[in-house]
């Protein structure tokens, strides 16, 4: 089992800064890719930002130049930085996780979301 454990979120004005941070635990033997999604109400869940093993990076067209994903590896954590945030940033963020564990076995592993809150 690999659990994630989000923390971060609250209540920013717009233009400022929140960084939200995603610790995922278990029998990890290896990361693979891990993302931030985020839903806003009534809307569907959408890719945020995407880091994959290598360092590769892609983010989705309205968070370009002011997200930045980063990942620290000693401790399987994953972080989202947000700078210069605006009122359509407001939706829970989810962490996202893939790999394989001890076991030989692959997991895909959600954190529980957190709150981001930006108004105006």
């Known amino acids: 089992q690999v659990q994630c454990v989000e923390s971060g979120g609250g209540l920013v004005q717009a233009g400022g800064s929140l960084r939200l941070s995603c610790a995922a635990s278990g029998r990890i033997l290896s990361i693979n890719a891990m993302h931030w999604y985020r839903q806003a109400p009534g809307k569907q869940r959408e890719l945020v930002a995407r880091?994959?093993?290598?360092?590769?990076?892609n983010y989705a067209d309205s968070v370009k130049g002011r997200f930045t994903i980063s990942r620290d590896n000693a401790k399987n954590t994953v972080l989202l930085q947000m700078n210069s945030l605006k009122p359509e940033d407001t939706a829970v963020y989810y962490c996202?996780?893939?790999?394989?564990?001890?076991?030989?076995?692959?997991?895909?592993?959600w954190g529980q979301g957190t709150q981001v809150t930006v108004s105006a």
């Open positions: 880091l994959r093993s290598g360092g590769w990076t």
């Open positions: 996202n996780v893939q790999g394989v564990t001890s076991y030989a076995t692959e997991f895909d592993s």
